[in-house]
């Protein structure tokens, strides 16, 4: 596990040409429509709901309705940049393992 966390305090969540490079690294343009309805699906079924646990959110938090968002993530380079793409969600730094 010290390996993909030490790649995305070092590597995944940094920028290149505007993007992280974990996005860079892990979607394409061709998967863009999919994905995009996969993210309003699941907007629908989370609803306005009055919280959700985004487990490891990543530098990108999920976008959702929800009034109140607690993000989670265990690289520290991912939270630090989730506060900056998600100002009014309540940030953890830790994994599910041991949530």
């Keep these: 596990m010290n390996s993909v966390k030490d790649y995305y ?3 995944g969540w940094k920028k290149e040409k505007g993007k992280y490079v ?3 690294t ?7 429509k999919y994905r995009k309805a996969g993210y309003d699906r699941l907007r629908e079924m989370i609803g306005e709901s009055e919280l959700l646990l985004d487990v490891a959110c ?4 999920f976008d959702s309705n929800a009034k109140k968002q607690i993000c989670m993530d265990f690289s520290i380079t991912a939270v630090k940049e989730a506060k900056l793409n998600k100002p009014d969600g309540l940030f ?3 994994d599910i393992i041991n949530l």
């Design 26 to 32: 892990f979607t394409s343009d061709k998967g863009a």
């Design 9 to 11: 305090d070092k590597i």
């Design 22 to 24: 974990d996005t860079l």
């Design 58 to 61: 990543g530098a990108i938090p």
């Design 92 to 94: 953890v730094l830790g």
